[in-house]
């Protein structure tokens, strides 16, 4: 099948098999696996131009509110997380959108600055894990995982894990319990932080909610499986944002492709809904310490790609 807009040619079955794949690894550590389906579009299926950004965050947006709605319903949405996570990346995805479209839109410049921030976002989660300290955050996951493994059956009897439960939110702090540990974070520091992600977001076109987990995890200590749905929340909201952005700029650039290949974006969203409901739900049977050494080694394998790509 071909797609005119991105000019690419491929089984129609194809994308959305490997959106599946990915997402369901992915989107149990709150990203929404279009970091990697990036890669794939720009190395496999030779898109390249800058409209393959908007494509995915078309992608996000069909994709994440399965994911999404299967953490409100489990009780691990942290809304306070969600709301700062939205209020930071929005604007930094439109200043990183306008980035990729006028300072970025060479191919090759735009591989080596993700290979960049990929390898130290890998390198950083790696470190994280290799700790041997246990502090609050590996407490909480652990006690998560044994009543998991204890209540395998809860659902049978009728009964209900534990839910995260929101202590305070202000202008000066965030402060949630989860399974008896506490986590109290600078609301301005967390808005910060996802100002600076947005704005990387939004240069390699994949929401800015996508590169927020990892740091929560690494850099305010949150256990992996409360920041999950927040992350992915936020990456929906500014993806939707993205998408319209690159649509209505798309008459001003005449000679370039901008506006996002619908078609094609649609049909990776269909298999990322299918892998991100499953994921979410499967997420509480994984272990935490799994769930972040696979996203370590995704991030810094892709980022290897790109640098080896690039030279």
Same mark, same amino acid.
């Given at each position: 099948?071909?797609?005119p807009?991105?000019?690419?040619?491929?089984? %129609?079955?194809?994308? %959305?098999?490997?959106?599946?794949v990915?997402?369901?690894?992915?989107? @149990?550590?709150g990203?929404? =696996?279009?970091?990697? $389906?990036?890669p794939?579009?720009?190395?496999?299926l030779?898109?390249?131009? %800058?409209?393959?950004?908007?494509?995915? /965050?078309?992608?996000?947006?069909v994709?994440?509110?399965?994911g999404?709605?299967?953490?409100?319903?489990e009780?691990?949405?942290?809304w306070?997380?969600?709301?700062?996570?939205?209020a930071?990346?929005?604007?930094?995805?439109?200043?990183? +959108? *306008?980035?990729?479209?006028?300072?970025l839109?060479?191919?090759?410049?735009?591989?080596?600055?993700?290979?960049?921030?990929?390898?130290?976002?890998g390198?950083?989660?790696?470190?994280?894990?290799?700790k041997?300290e246990?502090?609050?955050?590996?407490?909480?996951e652990e006690?998560? /995982? /044994? @009543?998991?493994?204890?209540?395998?059956? +809860?659902k049978?009897? =009728?009964?209900k894990?534990?839910t995260?439960?929101?202590?305070k939110?202000?202008?000066?702090? &965030?402060?949630?319990?989860?399974?008896?540990?506490?986590?109290?974070?600078?609301?301005?520091?967390?808005?910060?932080?996802?100002? *600076?992600?947005?704005v990387?977001?939004?240069?390699? =076109? &994949?929401?800015?909610?996508s590169?927020?987990a990892?740091?929560?995890?690494?850099?305010?200590?949150?256990?992996?499986?409360?920041? +999950? =749905?927040?992350?992915? @929340?936020?990456?929906?909201?500014?993806?939707?944002?993205?998408?319209?952005?690159? /649509?209505?700029?798309?008459?001003?650039? %005449?000679?370039?492709? &901008?506006?996002?290949?619908?078609?094609?974006?649609?049909?990776?969203?269909?298999?990322?809904? +299918?892998? @991100?409901?499953?994921?979410?739900?499967?997420?509480?049977?994984?272990?935490?310490?799994y769930?972040?050494?696979? $996203?370590?080694?995704?991030?810094?394998?892709?980022?290897?790609?790109?640098?080896?790509?690039?030279?």
């Amino acid at each position: 099948m071909y797609f005119p807009v991105s000019g690419v040619e491929v089984n %129609p079955l194809i994308p %959305p098999l490997v959106a599946f794949v990915v997402s369901f690894f992915t989107s @149990m550590g709150g990203v929404s =696996g279009a970091f990697l $389906l990036m890669p794939f579009q720009m190395s496999f299926l030779g898109y390249t131009s %800058p409209s393959v950004s908007g494509t995915n /965050q078309l992608f996000n947006i069909v994709a994440i509110p399965s994911g999404v709605l299967r953490y409100i319903r489990e009780g691990r949405m942290v809304w306070p997380l969600a709301i700062i996570v939205t209020a930071g990346t929005l604007p930094g995805v439109l200043v990183g +959108a *306008i980035v990729r479209v006028r300072w970025l839109p060479d191919p090759a410049a735009f591989k080596l600055f993700a290979a960049a921030v990929l390898l130290w976002i890998g390198v950083k989660l790696a470190f994280s894990i290799l700790k041997k300290e246990s502090g609050g955050s590996k407490a909480a996951e652990e006690k998560f /995982q /044994q @009543m998991v493994k204890e209540r395998t059956n +809860a659902k049978i009897n =009728g009964e209900k894990l534990p839910t995260v439960k929101v202590l305070k939110f202000s202008v000066s702090r &965030i402060s949630y319990e989860f399974y008896g540990e506490v986590y109290d974070c600078s609301t301005l520091g967390l808005l910060s932080l996802s100002l *600076i992600v947005g704005v990387v977001g939004g240069i390699y =076109g &994949i929401g800015g909610g996508s590169f927020i987990a990892p740091f929560f995890v690494t850099l305010f200590g949150l256990p992996i499986y409360t920041v +999950a =749905g927040a992350a992915l @929340m936020g990456t929906f909201v500014t993806s939707v944002a993205g998408v319209i952005f690159y /649509q209505v700029i798309a008459p001003y650039y %005449p000679s370039m492709s &901008i506006a996002p290949d619908w078609t094609l974006g649609i049909l990776f969203g269909l298999g990322g809904m +299918a892998g @991100m409901y499953l994921g979410a739900r499967c997420q509480k049977f994984f272990p935490a310490k799994y769930i972040k050494w696979m $996203l370590t080694l995704i991030i810094i394998f892709t980022a290897g790609k790109y640098i080896s790509e690039f030279f």
